[in-house]
Nanobody
Framework: QVQLVESGGGLVQAGGSLRLSCAASGSIFSFISMGWYRQAPGKQRELVAVITRGGTTNYPDSVKGRFTISRDNVQDTVYLQMNSLKPEDTAVYYC?????????WGQGTQVTVSS
C-alpha cells in the first residue's frame, strides 16, 4: 500500500519561505503524476502544483512564480519550495500521487503565514 508522508510545515512570517517534503513508501516513478494541494478553513481543497512522470509542471496563477515543485526519483520524494509567502497561503498542505489505479494522499502538514 502506498504511503505518503509530508513534512516541513510550520509558522512563517509573510515574505518568508518554507520547503515541504513528501516521502513515498515506494518508487515515485510508478506514478503518472504527483501534486500538492491545500485546504484552508471553510474552503475547498485546491491544487497548488503538479509534476508529471516526465517532469512537466503546472501551477495555478495564485502561486505561479512563487512556488516550485520538484521530484527526486532516487529519494522517492517530492518537494514544494514556497517563497514570498502570503497570509492567504495559510492552509493544510497535502501531497497526492496518481497512477492508473487511483489516487493516494498524505495526512497533510499545516502551513501558517503570519502578517
Amino acid at each position: 500500500q502506498v504511503q505518503l508522508v509530508e513534512s516541513g510545515g510550520g509558522l512563517v512570517q509573510a515574505g518568508g519561505s518554507l520547503r515541504l517534503s513528501c516521502a513515498a513508501s515506494g518508487s515515485i516513478f510508478s506514478f503518472i503524476s504527483m501534486g500538492w494541494y491545500r485546504q484552508a478553513p471553510g474552503k475547498q481543497r485546491e491544487l497548488v502544483a503538479v509534476i508529471t512522470r516526465g517532469g512537466t509542471t503546472n501551477y495555478p496563477d495564485s502561486v505561479k512564480g512563487r512556488f516550485t515543485i520538484s521530484r527526486d526519483n532516487v529519494q522517492d520524494t517530492v518537494y514544494l519550495q514556497m517563497n514570498s509567502l502570503k497570509p492567504e497561503d495559510t492552509a493544510v498542505y497535502y501531497c497526492a500521487a496518481f497512477d492508473g489505479l487511483g489516487s493516494y494522499w498524505g495526512q497533510g502538514t499545516q502551513v501558517t503565514v503570519s502578517s
